[in-house]
């Protein structure tokens, strides 16, 4: 696995792990993340499970917004 620690701790300069939706200020998908990674950094060898196992170990949850239909998941995350 690339370390993804470096991208994940920039990430959670801004954004903390959300514990429920109603906590929750934003939500991205694993994609959305890793997008936002490459474009920061498009040299970096880290794949799309290398940010979920990050996002993971940092304590972001992942599940699909309330009041969506669909399996749509999403990272929870709150602004600091």
Same mark, same amino acid.
């Given at each position: !696995?690339?370390? +993804? $620690? =470096?991208?994940?701790?920039? @990430? !959670? %300069?801004?954004?903390?792990?959300?514990? %429920? +939706? *109603?906590?929750?200020?934003?939500?991205? $998908?694993? #994609? *959305? =993340?890793? #997008?936002?990674? &490459? &474009? @920061? #950094?498009? %040299?970096?060898?880290? %794949?799309?499970? #290398? =940010?979920? *196992? /990050?996002?993971? $170990?940092? /304590?972001? &949850?992942?599940?699909? &917004?309330? /009041?969506?239909? /669909?399996?749509?998941?999403?990272? !929870? @995350?709150? @602004?600091?």
């Amino acid at each position: !696995m690339n370390e +993804p $620690s =470096v991208y994940i701790d920039a @990430l !959670m %300069s801004t954004y903390a792990p959300a514990t %429920s +939706p *109603e906590e929750a200020t934003h939500w991205f $998908s694993t #994609d *959305e =993340v890793y #997008d936002a990674i &490459r &474009r @920061l #950094d498009p %040299s970096t060898e880290i %794949s799309k499970t #290398d =940010v979920f *196992e /990050g996002m993971q $170990s940092a /304590g972001f &949850r992942f599940q699909p &917004r309330p /009041g969506t239909q /669909g399996i749509d998941f999403k990272w !929870m @995350l709150k @602004l600091k």
